[in-house]
Antibody
Framework: QVHLVQSGAEVKKPGASVKVSCKAS????????INWVRQPKGQGLEWMGW????????GYAQKFQGRVTLTRDTSINTAYMELSGLRSEDTAVYYC????????????WGQGTLVTVSS | QSVLTQPPSASGTAGQGVTISCSGS????????VNWYQHLPGMAPKVLIY???QRPSGVPDRFSGSKSGTSASLAISGLQSEDEADYYC???????????????FGGGTKLTVL
């Protein structure tokens, strides 16, 4: 059974960085891209970027270019999303999501990680 | 401001049907298939419809998707109380492969079952 389990909630000060993890199980981690999506409080879903766990190739939404970094550790089947230069507007629930083999949609999602940015 | 436009809310009586619309442009819905996600509060989003009109196994056939030109729709028949959730449409924005305008979501529609 496919599971994506994310790290726990974080509270950060403005200007700091946060790194959220997403541990995959139940499938071959290297063969499905991982995407990251966030939901700011009271707002809709917002796509941040994707990563190929096999070769580490990434792509980022224009809005987050230069501030987000997606990485992985294949030895422990874990993907990471690091967001720097945090501001209050980055307060959101962050989700990792597996991209289906067809590349057309996200078929499994993590449970979400709340990141709160507050002074 | 989301790239795809959805009504912020929709409602229907239990047992009846409802349709949620999603409007885009030639560079997104007009060029790509559409996915629909159901998001219950405190839960992870779940794919309801992919490739415009395909249902993953386990999703009841009360849910159906369609597309015409630059608009897509999610239809739900036989509404049940557990259908109360937020619904998001999503697609890719050209040029896509694989990023430049990436994945785009609608702003979400909050469905209330009366």
């Amino acid at each position: 059974q496919v599971h994506l389990v994310q790290s726990g909630a974080e509270v950060k000060k403005p200007g700091a960085s946060v790194k959220v993890s997403c541990k995959a199980s139940g499938y071959n981690f290297a063969t499905y891209d991982i995407n990251w999506v966030r939901q700011p409080k009271g707002q809709g879903l917002e796509w941040m970027g994707w990563m190929n766990p096999d070769n580490g190739k990434t792509g980022y939404a224009q809005k987050f270019q230069g501030r987000v970094t997606l990485t992985r550790d294949t030895s422990i089947n874990t993907a990471y999303m690091e967001l720097s230069g945090l501001r209050s507007e980055d307060t959101a629930v962050y989700y990792c999501a597996r991209e289906a083999r067809t590349g057309t949609h996200f078929d499994y999602w993590g449970q979400g990680t709340l990141v709160t940015v507050s002074s | 401001q989301s790239v795809l436009t959805q009504p912020p809310s929709a409602s229907g009586t239990a047992g009846q049907g409802v349709t949620i619309s999603c409007s885009g442009s030639d560079s997104n819905i007009g060029s790509n298939s559409v996915n629909w996600y159901q998001h219950l509060p405190g839960m992870a989003p779940k794919v309801l419809i992919y490739n415009t009109n395909q249902r993953p196994s386990g999703v009841p056939d009360r849910f159906s998707g369609s597309k015409s030109g630059t608009s897509a729709s999610l239809a739900i028949s036989g509404l049940q109380s557990e259908d109360e959730a937020d619904y998001y449409c999503a697609t890719y924005s050209e040029p896509y492969w694989k990023t430049p305008n990436g994945v785009v979501f609608g702003g979400g529609t909050k469905l209330t079952v009366l």
